[in-house]
């Protein structure tokens, strides 16, 4: 009711949701987002103050355990992905740039992945079982889908304008979506795997009446959820 934001969970069977905040965010940062949880109950995610302007990212144990990440020298950090390693990834500003980061308990700070790009600026929003890492990079308002499979770079970009990843699983399937402006479309929903790339609106029957706009998860059995627009509306 104070417009501020509370990062929680909800297990099967909980009557109501557990507040996170308390456990998560330092006095300094009103705010709190939990952005990703594994299968041993480990979490991650941000806090952050509107007013300073400042973030830190989480990670928070299945003991209720939590660590702060600090930024690379700016006011922003964020960690949006986590596996059952507990290998969780983000990204994190430095004075000029935003540039991905992956994190593991233990570590004494997260590790800059810059060296895998030569575009400056890279957000991480994925981790598979196998440390894959997938996101998108950007410059100039133009963002170019990429992933880090077995420590190699791949560019998932080729033929799709402005796209980028959301998720990934072991099997290496990948989903997210491409802004197609040039086209005549927005935000179209792709998917990924190994060669094989598709607008995944190419899959529905002709007058489905659905658009695809996004996709945002993916289970290791290849289900796909996301969001569109059916018959022109949300």
């Not at 990062?7 to 987002?33: C, M, R, Y």
């Not at 970009?157 to 997210?176: E, M, R």
Request: glycine share 12%; hydrophobic share 35%.
């Amino acid at each position: 009711s104070d417009g501020t934001s509370h990062a929680f969970k909800h297990a099967q069977g909980d009557v109501q949701l557990t507040d996170l905040h308390g456990l998560v965010a330092g006095t300094d940062f009103p705010n709190s987002i939990a952005w990703g949880i594994n299968n041993q109950e480990q979490i991650c995610g941000q806090t952050y103050s509107t007013a300073t302007g400042l973030n830190q990212a989480f990670f928070m144990d299945n003991n209720n355990s939590v660590t702060h990440l600090d930024s690379f020298g700016g006011l922003f950090i964020s960690a949006y992905g986590i596996n059952d390693s507990g290998l969780v990834v983000g990204e994190s500003d430095t004075p000029d740039l935003l540039q991905a980061f992956k994190w593991r308990p233990g570590d004494a700070e997260p590790t800059d992945l810059a060296s895998y790009f030569t575009i400056p600026n890279q957000i991480a929003t994925s981790v598979n079982a196998q440390d894959d890492i997938a996101g998108y990079t950007w410059l100039y308002y133009n963002q170019w889908a990429f992933v880090i499979q077995n420590g190699v770079f791949k560019d998932l970009s080729d033929g799709y304008q402005n796209s980028y990843v959301w998720a990934l699983n072991s099997k290496g399937q990948i989903v997210g979506a491409w802004d197609g402006q040039a086209t005549g479309y927005h935000d179209r929903a792709l998917y990924w795997q190994g060669s094989l790339h598709y607008d995944l609106n190419n899959l529905l029957s002709a007058g489905s009446g659905w658009v695809l706009n996004d996709a945002v998860a993916i289970n290791e059995n290849g289900l796909i959820v996301g969001n569109g627009t059916y018959q022109g509306q949300p």
